[in-house]
Each structure stands twice: as C-alpha cells, then as structure tokens.
C-alpha cells in the first residue's frame, strides 16, 4: 500500500516577537517520501524544529504560517478541530528532552492512557496494549515501568517511554524532534537502535530532525540540509556533498580536520533576497545575493546553488 | 626530549561520596594519578559517570579529597585555603560545559567578565582595559555583546565570553570540562582553533575533558582514559 | 512590558496620592482632627464637612487625611525589620547549612508554629500599647515566614552551576552573598515584601481594634473603624470612607509588588552600554 507523502510548498514562518519580524522557516520546498526515513540535519537557528512543528500545527500563538502543507491529498493548513484529532493519530511525535516532555508528576501508565485513548479501547485492553508497545521497546518489565513515574527511569528508557507514547496509535508518519539531544554517546546508541526498531514495528515513513551526524548516517535512507530557513540540499549529501554549506559544514568535523566556516561578513542584511549562505560562502558572486538560486539535479539528489551541479 | 615542567599534579586520589546517613557509599574515584605538563594538552576522557568531571573538581579544590594530595607546580595545596590559595586560583582556570549557567544570569555580560579581578584586589586600570580589548579581538567577540545579558547571546558566543574571563586573570592552566560539546560542529571547530591560537599565544596548558574520540585524537597530545573512577590507559600521541 | 508599566503607574499614583496627601496633612486637612465639636457629631457628607463628623464632631476629611500616617510607616518600619532578620536568618541557614541549619529552621519553626494573631496580641497585652511594643509584636510574629523562603530561595541559588564557576574563579564567601546570591533573591523577595507590608497594615488594624495598637486620640483608620462599631448603623461613612482608604492603600501596594517583580526580570531589559 502506498503511503502518504509530505508535500511541502513555499513554506515560511516567521514569529512576532517585540523588536519585529524573525523568519525562521524562509519559502521551503520539498518533498518527504513515504516509506522513507528522512534526516533534516542543521545547526542552531537553521529552523529545521520550526518546520517540524509547524507540520504537526505545533507552533506557538504569535507564528504565522504562510504556504502550502500536504499529506497526500490532505491539506493540513486549512483544518477543523475533527481533522486535527487525526492528525494526531496519522502522524506521530517524539520529541526532545525525554525528562521534560514527560509529566514528572504522573505515572507512565497515565502517559500510555493518554495516548492510546484516541483508539477508543476498553480499559483492559489498553492495558494490555501499553504492555504490548513497551515490550516492542525492549523493556522486560512492562508491569513494573507502567507503575514508575518518570524520574524514577534513566534518560534512554525516558527516550524509549517516549517512542511508545509516539507510535501508540500506529501511525503512518513519525516524526523524531532532535531525539538524541544532551546524550551521552551510549545513550545515543540506544536512541539509534530504538528508531530501527521502529521500522519493524511497521512505522513506514519518518522525519528526523536533528543535528547528530552519526545518527543520521546510520539511520536515513536520505538526508536533507537546512540553513537560514531554507533547505539547500537533499540526497546522499553525507558522501556527496554539492552544496558549498553542506562541504563546509562537514570540513568542520573533528575527523576532517575541524575546518570552522568562515564568519559572517558585517554589512550585509540577515534576510537577503538571495541564497542564504551567500554572506559565509567563498565561492559566492553578485548573482548569490541578488536571486534566490534553482534546484537543480532529480529526486534523489537536489541541490540549491547556482554554482553547484 | 626534555622533561616537560609538571604543573599540575594529582597523586593516588580517591573520592567517596556518602549518599543519605552513611548507608551507601559510592567510591567515584580510585587511586587516582594524573600529571599535567607544562605547555601540553591532556585529554581525558571516559564514559559518563566514570568520575572525569569529580577528578576535575577536586584538581580545581572545589571538593575535598578523601585521600592523596594535589600538586601545584610540585607544591601540596590539598590542605591549604583561604588566601593561601590565591596564586594557585588565578593560575587554573574552569571552562565548564552549560555556556549559558556559567554566568550570573542578573548581571551584563561585561561586568561579569571583568568581576574577577576584584576577587584578587585589582582595579580596573587602563593596562586591564588594553588587555580587555586583546583578548576580545583574539576570541572574535565585538564589544557590543559586553552590554547584554546571558540568554541573550547564543552558545558559542557565551563560551568565547566565558574563555575571555578567565584569560583576563592571565592563567597558566586552563581545565575545560566537555566546553564543546554542547556546541554545533561548525562553532566547535571555531572554538577549538581558538584554543589553538590561544595556547601558544598565552602559554597555556589545558586539561580537556570530551568524550568524542576523534576529537581527542586531533586536538590533544596526550590522552588518558578512565572508567568507574580509575585510570585505564594512558595513550601517548605523537603530535 | 506594557502590562507591568501600567500596573506601575497605576501604583505609583495612588500610593503617592496617599503617602503625599498625610504628608500634607497640615495643610490640607481645613480642621483641626481631634478638635470635638459636639453640636455637629455623626452628620453625613455636607458641603462644610466633606467627609462628615463623627461621634464626637470631629471633622472626617482631616482625621482621615492625618490617619494613614501612623499606619503606613509603622507598617514599612516593622515589614523592612522582619524582612532583615528573616533573611539573615534565612540565608545562613541555606548557605552554611550544616548545624546552623538544624539550630536556626528549629527556631523558626517554633516561632513558626505559635499562632502569630494570638502571640501579637499577647505581647502588645503584655507590654501594653505604644509604637515600640507594637513594633515588636509585629517583627517577632512576621520575621519566621520570611526566613521560610529565603531559605529555600538560598537553597536554591547556591545549586546553581554560575555559582560554583564563581567559587573556582576565586571569589569569597562574603561576595557569592552580597553580589549574587541575595541579588537573585530580590524579585521574590520584593513581591513578599510588598504582601508582607499589606499585611501589617491589616495587622496593625487589628491590633488597634481591639485597643492594643495606636490609641485614641491618635487619627488613625483603624481606630476610626474601630471608633464607629457603636454608630456605623445610622453613620455608615464613618466606617466606609476609612475602609475605603485602607483597601486602596493594601491594593496599591500589591500592585506595586506585582509591577516591580516583572520589572526585576531581566529577560525582559534591553540591550545596553556596559
């Protein structure tokens, strides 16, 4: 069965804030493939959080949305309160900082409830349904978790807890908001085989929203870059990269050598009319400033930039 | 090769923490030795909880020590306090891993920065004023950041800040507790060529304490691995 | 911003109304307050007597004007000595803990856990009345719940990482105290000082209704309410007007308390010259 894709147009969100305007996420296009597991890598500020919320209508009050965003044929922009409550069964969350997503003041049985209420199940067999999902998870002791409160579990079963709070309905689409943020490397490696897990699990598509290279090399089938708002590259873009910021980005690691990127040149306007990595790039021109540049290259492997390709 | 000046120095360390009335102990650290030369970068590194950031605390006498002495520059300073420990305080710096809980969260970034040459009774003359104005350009801050507060700069800024303070008190001995690793790769491998270009600018030793091996590999001389409070192994890189 | 500047300014006018209006008494007030006129007493608002009389004639609007003197200094002089001891108290019992600790938190929680009205009334009884005992009925009841939550406030604080990054940069005991730690305190401890003086107003009334406080002749608002129990059936502006003042005045204060603690948020400030 074909699942759903998300198709995203002309995407941009900016927040009200007291001084003015910021756009976080700046006229994004692209397409995430069912049946695929999708990196979205960036660093701080490059707005790949805010586009993940702003899938799931997670944003706050004083974000304004602007552009199309489509689940199959679905569009969720427009949508009644009926067709949120699907949404939150179709397409799942897992998000950061499994200590503070988690109620510290409720067990995780009641987090369980909570989530799988939507399937309008008897009490029993939700019961036996959170064992079910938290044996999925690798927990031998289901009994014994769905009594604990959440600081009574270490951060990876906290991490775990949260993936079966996520898949609880069984949705089509996961998407995993920095999932291995402030843990330590053993903690990562749980993280990373929790998510394969998934797979098995029959979760078919996915969206990974981090800034974890390891992570996204072991677990995507594709990997899309972001930067300033905008998504500059998409494919194998950890052994190919094109993108003059993806190169760079990569340079910078400790095993290549710890390149850093080159500073911001003073003057130029946060908001260009141009690509957004022009001020930072070595290889930029007029031309970078001036137009936002194409896409060019197929569905396996776009890049943005007038240079590359 | 010459023998390398020891400047700082832990001998046969070992830590017991009490939890509630003396019912359970927990041994963090275990015989512990470790030796920082003059001019070198150590890295130390481990799994969490194997006692890396207690060793560190105890190097900067910020915990007491069940037993073994720490060393300055070949002089015991485990049993000393108060303004004895003066010279040893200004000449070992702590850069800790959280930029943003290093600072007063009430105070602007410049009076922090400069506050700590109150501490050991310098005022802030024109020559301190000059060696400010060094420093901000060594580490890329532009003055303007000096005027805001803690959450309003972001990670990378903040830990070029926190590095700012500490070289204003002219250490030798600088002790950064996983300083990185909360920072993007990009504004990590900034940071580190700062350290670089800093180290032989200054004179500076560094105790570097990660947990990402590719990073120890390139950036120290030396590594020293723990786990459950004991020294493992020591890897000698040839740099 | 706007929300706590307007709280602000709303504070600021009528306190200052208030605080300016007894300090101007004598010239304001067109009577004399303790002068007795008996052949106008208990007379409603009129045009020669704005406020009305009271029992004995006296002039409302003067009594009233002189009234709130007594009650909001004695209130700030025995809500900042509290305040003071509470938080010397507070602080060195959180930050040396240890012994201090045990002794100092036994002692507050005795004091704690005799009935403050009862222990009020039963110093001011003792002592008898006058602006000392008060004083001290007021401080020794107030200073325990203040020592509370400096004390957890401490405990807090001092677990903060900024704090031990302090101690390794080499500063002493008397600076984490003075320059960080009890700065960090200040917006809880503003908005507690503020409900605290509110407090001790109402205390100070109580005290003077049951005739322990300030006495008669002594205009005060607490007297004057106490004053009208026998007339306040056929004279109600001789308890209304008095209430009145004393609700504006405790609101004032709260909204002040309010107004400052947002203010004291430094996320809030802006980007300036160091």
Redesign the interface.
């Known amino acids: 069965m074909v699942g759903k894709s998300l198709f995203i147009e002309e995407l941009s969100v900016d927040f009200m804030i007291?001084t003015g305007k910021v756009r976080a996420v700046d006229g994004v296009s692209v397409v995430f493939e069912s049946g695929k597991i999708t990196g979205l890598i960036g660093e701080s500020g490059c707005g790949k959080s805010v586009l993940g919320m702003a899938i799931l209508d997670l944003l706050p009050a004083y974000a304004t949305l602007n552009g199309k965003i489509d689940w199959g044929e679905q569009s969720l922009n427009e949508y009644s309160i009926r067709k949120r409550k699907l949404l939150g069964r179709e397409i799942g969350l897992i998000p950061q900082s499994p200590s503070e997503s988690l109620n510290p003041s409720r067990k995780v049985k009641a987090h369980l409830n909570e989530a799988l209420r939507p399937l309008g199940l008897k009490r029993q067999e939700r019961y036996k349904k959170a064992e079910k999902l938290l044996r999925d998870f690798g927990f031998n002791e289901p009994k014994r978790i769905l009594k604990a409160y959440p600081h009574e579990l270490s951060g990876g079963m906290q991490q775990r807890v949260l993936c079966a709070i996520g898949t609880a309905c069984s949705p089509e689409w996961i998407i995993a908001d920095e999932p291995t943020k402030g843990l330590d490397s053993e903690l990562c490696k749980q993280v990373q085989q929790t998510l394969q897990s998934l797979r098995i699990q029959g979760i078919k598509s996915m969206l990974v929203i981090t800034h974890d290279l390891q992570l996204a090399e072991d677990l995507c089938d594709t990997i899309a870059v972001m930067y300033g708002g905008q998504i500059v590259e998409m494919g194998d873009v950890l052994h190919h990269p094109l993108h003059p910021y993806t190169k760079a980005f990569l340079d910078a690691l400790p095993k290549n050598g710890l390149h850093p990127i080159s500073q911001i040149n003073k003057g130029v306007e946060q908001y260009s009319k141009g690509c957004c990595f022009a001020a930072r790039c070595l290889k930029s021109r007029p031309r970078c400033f001036q137009e936002k540049p194409p896409y060019k290259g197929d569905k396996m492997h776009w890049v943005r930039c007038f240079d590359a390709g | 090769m010459q023998d390398k000046a020891k400047i700082l120095e832990a001998k046969n360390i070992t830590k017991i923490f009490q939890n509630g009335f003396g019912k359970k102990s927990i041994c963090s650290l275990k015989n512990v030795d470790i030796t920082l030369n003059e001019g070198e970068i150590l890295g130390l590194m481990g799994p969490s909880g194997c006692g890396k950031s207690t060793l560190a605390r105890i190097l900067?006498r910020?915990l007491p020590t069940d037993s073994g002495e720490v060393l300055w520059k070949g002089e015991a300073i485990t049993k000393k306090c108060g303004h004895q420990l003066?010279a040893f305080?200004?000449g070992v710096?702590?850069i800790?891993q959280?930029p943003e809980?290093?600072?007063?969260?009430?105070l602007?970034?410049?009076?922090s920065v400069v506050?700590?040459l109150?501490?050991?009774k310098e005022s802030w003359s024109e020559k301190n004023r000059k060696r400010l104005q060094v420093l901000l350009t060594q580490l890329s801050i532009s003055e303007?950041l000096?005027?805001?507060?803690p959450?309003?700069v972001s990670g990378g800024e903040i830990q070029r800040l926190a590095l700012c303070?500490?070289l204003l008190?002219q250490p030798e001995v600088l002790i950064l507790d996983e300083s990185t690793s909360m920072l993007d790769v990009s504004v990590q491998a900034q940071m580190i060529q700062i350290l670089a270009d800093l180290q032989e600018k200054h004179h500076l030793s560094y105790l570097f304490i990660t947990h990402d091996r590719e990073l120890a590999n390139y950036f120290c001389n030396r590594i020293i691995v723990m786990e459950k409070g004991e020294i493992l192994k020591k890897g000698i890189l040839q740099n | 911003?706007k929300k706590s500047d307007f709280q602000m300014k709303i504070a600021i006018t009528l306190l200052s109304f208030i605080i300016l209006s007894g300090l101007l008494a004598p010239w304001l007030a067109p009577y004399d307050p303790n002068e007795i006129h008996m052949a106008v007493r208990l007379q409603g608002p009129s045009k020669e007597y704005l406020f009305g009389t009271d029992a004995l004639g006296r002039d409302m609007l003067s009594r009233i004007l002189y009234g709130g003197r007594a009650s909001i200094l004695l209130a700030l002089i025995a809500t900042t000595l509290s305040m003071t001891l509470g938080m010397i108290i507070g602080v060195c019992a959180g930050y040396f803990t240890g012994v201090c600790d045990i002794v100092l938190t036994v002692v507050t929680q005795i004091f704690q856990g005799i009935p403050g009205t009862c222990l009020m009334i039963a110093i001011a009884g003792i002592l008898g009345p006058g602006m000392n005992h008060l004083l001290l009925a007021l401080v020794v009841t107030s200073w325990a719940g203040f020592s509370r939550i400096v004390r957890t406030e401490t405990l807090r604080i001092r677990e903060?990482?900024?704090m031990?990054?302090?101690?390794?940069?080499?500063?002493?005991t008397s600076?984490l105290l003075l320059?960080?730690l009890i700065?960090?305190m200040l917006p809880n401890v503003v908005v507690l000082f503020t409900t605290r003086v509110g407090r001790s107003v109402l205390s100070i009334a109580s005290l003077s209704y049951l005739g322990l406080g300030l006495q008669p002749p002594h205009p005060d608002w607490s007297v004057m309410i106490s004053d009208a129990r026998l007339h306040y059936r056929s004279a109600p502006h001789l308890i209304i007007v008095p209430g009145l003042c004393m609700f504006t005045l405790l609101f004032a204060i709260n909204l002040l308390g309010d107004a400052l603690r947002d203010r004291m948020d430094?996320?809030e400030?802006e980007?300036?010259?160091?």
């Open positions: 007291s | 900067l910020l003066l305080q200004r710096q702590f800790p959280r809980s290093s600072f007063d969260p009430r602007r970034l410049g009076k506050e700590p109150s501490f050991f303007e000096l005027g805001r507060y959450h309003q303070r500490a008190l | 911003m903060q990482p900024y031990e990054g302090l101690r390794a940069l080499g500063a002493g600076t320059k960080h700065p960090n430094v996320r400030e980007v300036k010259e160091w």
